[in-house]
């Protein structure tokens, strides 16, 4: 027997159950998230963007700085060759997880690069980027802490149950973002960190 569980107004599965014929549950699936066709997504944000784009600046408004530019879905080769092969890949993932997809965004003036991966309930996104050490500092309300991963520098924001590292190696940003253990969180950027060691 199968127990199902959906959002009665838009029919999305949210959990599954199976069950045996004494009414054990010995299989259960629980949806954390919903992924939407991303050629639809990008129409939208690009519908957004192009209203603020050729919006008329507002009295004493300043141009803004470092705008969004497109974000496109690419294969990891091109994004590799996008940051001259100085795209650093984790050595560790936990059991499981694997890379789902690569986004590059346009930003001003260097472009940033999403790889995202799962293990079909949780994510974890790193970001990189081509830049200046970022300016360490505490935000309001922010737990921040540094840590020494193999004398790089760390800093550790956690907000409720998501876990935020950014770290700067040689020329490159890293942002890693995931709902994982600390320990986990950890692991995979001393993974990074030892990778993009020279």
């Known amino acids: 027997t199968k127990r199902l569980w959906m ?8 959990r599954m159950e199976a069950r045996d014929a004494q009414g054990n549950t010995n299989f259960m699936v629980v949806y954390t998230q919903i992924s939407f066709r991303p050629e639809q997504v990008e129409q939208k944000v690009n519908e957004f963007r192009l209203k603020e784009e050729f919006r008329p600046p507002r009295p004493g408004e300043r141009p803004p700085r470092g705008r969004l530019g497109p974000m496109e879905p690419v294969p990891l080769p091109a994004a590799q060759e ?4 100085q795209l650093v890949l984790p050595a560790y993932l936990p059991q499981g997880f694997q890379l789902q997809n ?90 990074l960190i030892l990778n993009a060691a020279p």
């Open 7 to 14: 959002a009665k107004d838009k029919g999305i599965i949210l």
């Open 82 to 85: 996008a940051f001259n092969h």
């Open 102 to 191: 690569v986004t590059l965004m346009k930003f001003r003036p260097e472009p940033t690069v999403h790889l995202r991966y799962t293990d079909g309930l949780m994510v974890v996104s790193l970001f990189e980027s081509k830049g200046t050490p970022p300016r360490e500092q505490q935000s309001r309300g922010e737990d921040v802490r540094i840590e020494q991963i193999h004398q790089t520098p760390v800093q550790i924001m956690e907000r409720r149950q998501i876990r935020i590292l950014r770290w700067f190696q040689g020329n490159m940003n890293l942002t890693l973002i995931g709902e994982l253990s600390r320990p986990e969180m950890l692991r995979i950027a001393e993974s």
